[in-house]
């Protein structure tokens, strides 16, 4: 965490961001820290996958650690933007909370997203 708390007072001195915004930045990462510490280790999920496919040919196939995901969320969530996601533009609703709730539940594995549009896209999210 102390490097993620360094990057944070880095982008403050350069300017990218404001001193209240640090703060809570700061205070995210804390709240990540804390989540993580309440789920035994051995019991921990890893990843979220996120796949997408376009005519049936893959065009995104991302693994992200659920310590990125949940600073992530955290500070989503401190910076007021709790339950949209903007993917390729498109603003798509999700209850932030109930992704963080199945991300910290030990016996949730699977997929939390599965959509295909008309125009050939598909995209499903999976905890594994």
């Not at 360094?6 to 700061?26: D, F, H, N, Q, R």
């Not at 035994?40 to 991302?62: C, D, M, S, Y």
């Amino acid at each position: 965490m102390q490097e993620e708390i360094e990057k944070v007072l880095e982008m403050l001195e350069e300017g990218k961001i404001s001193k209240g915004e640090a703060v809570k930045l700061i205070e995210a990462l804390k709240d990540v820290k804390k989540d993580e510490q309440s789920v035994p280790q051995n019991r921990r999920k890893r990843f979220l996958k996120i796949h997408v496919t376009r005519e049936g040919k893959p065009a995104v196939n991302l693994t992200l650690p659920f310590g990125l995901i949940n600073w992530g969320l955290s500070i989503a969530g401190k910076m007021g933007k709790k339950n949209m996601i903007n993917l390729g533009g498109e603003d798509i609703p999700i209850d932030m909370e109930e992704l963080r709730k199945a991300m910290n539940d030990p016996e949730f594995v699977g997929k939390i997203v599965d959509v295909t549009k008309d125009e050939g896209e598909h995209v499903e999210i999976e905890i594994v």
